[in-house]
């Protein structure tokens, strides 16, 4: 890996905050790196307050949906809560069905199914709503594309009000209303809402009518800092705000299909981390395995007893996804290996047995083995499918359009992409999308980089220290847990490795005559015998917590380890 050290911040920021805050240099530094420049900024840093939320009817078109939801609760219409079948559209279909029956009673929700009708808006949706009278749609996290579907269910006498958060095209559909905060001409202060936060932010406004306060709504964020968590949005603004009473919501009182979830791990306190690595899979293998609905109806359960009957199903789509999941890994490794393809700029694979919910999910997995532009494909129909990752700063939608005439249909983002193609020019695109990537990709990006936040010794990690950097919690994109690096450290003498394959390294580090500090590295097993010997290494790490027995003990999750006079 690329150790690479993130730029000092401006002298003068990081010495205004030391004299303001009256904290160490070091605490400034990593302050200054997350923008926070100001003693108001470290303010509203370390205490996130529900007032610092914005007002809901800044966002262009709010009026107009609740106005139209109004109406509609006035003439007695049957409304349609209509998501994506991700963790950000079941999250936000639960939220946003469960406060509408809180005050009104004809709602009903509709998940597409990921294989019959694919992502966003569907036909067969709006069919639904057709066949049971229903005459107003709210579709979560989908949506601002789908020109054509909503001018089909306007002409079928079904109006929309979308909550998205996508980027718009050129022009967006004509619905009812169109909430998202990235379209050009909306004013609203903050843009990085996932869905379940659009959604959210209508349920603010609609409570708003109601002479409700944010505070009453506190039982919601729960589902929005799932949603946050899960789909990978920038943990700043409104959306730290919306995490950090989230979590709260999670710890002390969260709703019963969330609860159900948890009480699977015998733990205190869960950070979003745990949320995105323990619970957000789990409600989206639903949609990956099954359905989606099987999300919708845990999250919207009222009894944990009920709860605990579909998180049981849940789990079980979870572990049928992990075990998907590690069978088509290795057999695309293998088929890398096989076809003498270990050295290219890019990762292709293809076979058509490979189960279509899971192929995002190998993808990323392939690029932990081989670090360069990946896609997988399956069969779909008659069809090819695949889903495309990319590596840090390599733009995989631009390469994809540089294939277009060989591509069916494609669409995604910078990291991520889905797309279609005919079977017949599979060979044909694999060889172009290569070429593509050789001719773009630098050997830089083809490295896997740490970003290092400071260089530090072991002597600067106090309890004052580990308190204050507690508190740049939740972490996520934009403010992630601060990466240290710490050299001329040795083992204490208790290292040994774990895991069925010997995989993951445990030991304690030690520098000079420093106290020993638990350390653990995932999938670093290899580095047992070049650290024997009590020999010196750098080491690349976060702080974290270990919780066992019920006692949280400090431990560094090791990133990296460079083994000194050594050419790794």
């Not at 009473?245 to 710890?251: A, C, F």
Request: charged share 25%; proline share 4%; glycine share 6%.
């Amino acid at each position: 890996m690329r150790w690479s050290l993130k730029p000092e911040p401006p002298k003068e920021t990081i010495n205004h905050l030391v004299e303001v805050l009256g904290v160490e240099p070091l605490i400034a530094t990593l302050l200054a790196q997350r923008g926070v420049a100001t003693f108001d900024q470290a303010k509203a840093f370390f205490r996130p307050s529900l007032e610092q939320l914005h007002d809901p009817y800044l966002m262009k078109d709010m009026h107009k949906a609740v106005d139209r939801l109004e109406a509609a609760f006035v003439q007695g219409e049957r409304i349609l809560v209509f998501g994506d079948y991700d963790v950000d559209g079941t999250t936000a279909v639960a939220l946003m069905a469960s406060y509408l029956r809180s005050i009104y009673d004809e709602v009903d929700t509709y998940i597409p199914d990921r294989y019959a009708e694919g992502y966003g808006v569907s036909t067969a949706g709006i069919d639904y709503a057709v066949d049971n009278g229903i005459t107003l749609i709210v579709a979560l996290d989908c949506g601002i594309k789908s020109i054509d579907k909503v001018e089909y269910a306007r002409q079928q006498g079904v109006d929309f009000i979308i909550c998205d958060h996508h980027l718009p095209g050129e022009t967006v559909p004509q619905a009812v209303a169109v909430l998202d905060p990235k379209q050009s001409d909306c004013n609203y202060p903050y843009k990085e809402l996932c869905g379940c936060g659009v959604g959210f932010k209508l349920v603010q406004a609609l409570a708003a009518k109601r002479g409700k306060t944010i505070e009453d709504l506190m039982p919601y964020l729960d589902l929005v800092a799932t949603a946050i968590g899960a789909d990978i949005v920038p943990i700043t603004g409104e959306n730290r705000i919306l995490a950090y009473y989230g979590l709260q919501v999670i710890n002390e009182n969260p709703r019963p299909g969330i609860k159900a979830l948890l009480l699977q791990y015998k733990q205190r306190y869960f950070t979003i981390t745990d949320i995105v690595f323990k619970v957000a899979p789990k409600i989206n293998a639903a949609g990956r395995i099954e359905h989606g609905n099987f999300a919708v109806a845990l999250l919207t359960q009222f009894t944990l007893e009920e709860a605990q009957r579909v998180a049981e199903q849940i789990v079980n789509f979870n572990l049928e996804r992990r075990a998907l999941d590690k069978e088509i890994t290795a057999a695309a490794l293998e088929q890398i290996e096989r076809s003498g393809e270990t050295d290219r700029k890019s990762t292709v694979v293809y076979e058509q047995t490979w189960h279509k919910g899971v192929i995002g999910i190998v993808a990323s997995r392939l690029i932990e083995t081989h670090y360069r532009p990946t896609l997988v494909f399956t069969k779909s129909g008659t069809k090819l499918a695949a889903s495309a990752r990319s590596v840090k700063n390599f733009d995989v939608y631009q390469a994809l359009e540089a294939c277009s005439d060989y591509l069916e249909q494609f669409g995604g983002h910078m990291y991520a992409a889905g797309l279609t193609l005919d079977e017949a020019n599979y060979q044909g695109f694999k060889q172009r999308f290569e070429e593509v990537v050789a001719q773009t990709i630098t050997d830089e990006q083809l490295i896997p980089e740490i970003e290092i936040d400071a260089e530090i010794d072991l002597t600067q990690i106090d309890e004052k220290f580990i308190r204050i950097l507690k508190q740049f919690e939740p972490h996520g994109p934009d403010n992630m847990s601060p990466v240290f690096c710490t050299k001329n450290l040795c083992d204490h003498g208790d290292m040994r490795t774990l895991g069925s394959e010997n995989e993951h390294l445990k030991l304690s580090v030690v520098q000079g005559d420093s106290q020993a500090v638990s350390s653990i590295g995932f999938g670093l097993g290899r580095f047992y015998p070049k650290l024997l010997g009590k020999q010196p290494f750098s080491m690349a790490y976060c702080l974290d917590e270990n919780e066992w027995n019920g006692r949280l003990t400090m431990q560094f999750q090791i990133k990296d380890l460079k083994v000194e006079n050594s050419s790794h």
